[in-house]
């Protein structure tokens, strides 16, 4: 006979997505470190010369908060999930810098797309490794 909870739980999990998860907790850990570098910049005699080091900071630990995520959810394949997330971060983020300050896409930007994927893969890799 087949356990009724058994079902419930295969189907909740097949809705829920591991990969908006993943994004979802991505943006939150850069939300959260924009709002500290933020307070910092504010409060502080930092120079915004100093910024880019930042933001690629909290963007590499915003992707490896959500590729661990995602591949803790998914249980396998954590690179290729992982980076898929990093892509659809950077997407999201050039999409965004398109809209508000119309920057196109660049050597710059494609760098990094590199790292965005390699960021969210090592996340992933790690995900899928700790989630047994």
Known sequence: MINPMNRMGNMQERISSPL???LLTAVIVMLAGVLVVSLILAGTGMTE??????VYFIHG???LAGGYAVGRR????GWYHGGMLGVIYWLL???IGF?????GIG???LMTAVVCFAAGAVGGIVGVNRAN
């Not at 010369?49 to 930042?54: E, G, R, V």
């Not at 998914?74 to 394949?77: I, L, N, P, T």
């Open 20 to 22: 908006l998860s993943g």
């Open 49 to 54: 010369q100093s910024l880019p080091l930042f």
């Open 61 to 63: 630990a915003a992707l």
């Open 74 to 77: 998914k249980g396998v394949k």
């Open 93 to 95: 983020v050039v999409l």
């Open 99 to 103: 809209l508000s300050m119309n920057a």
């Open 107 to 109: 050597q710059t930007s």
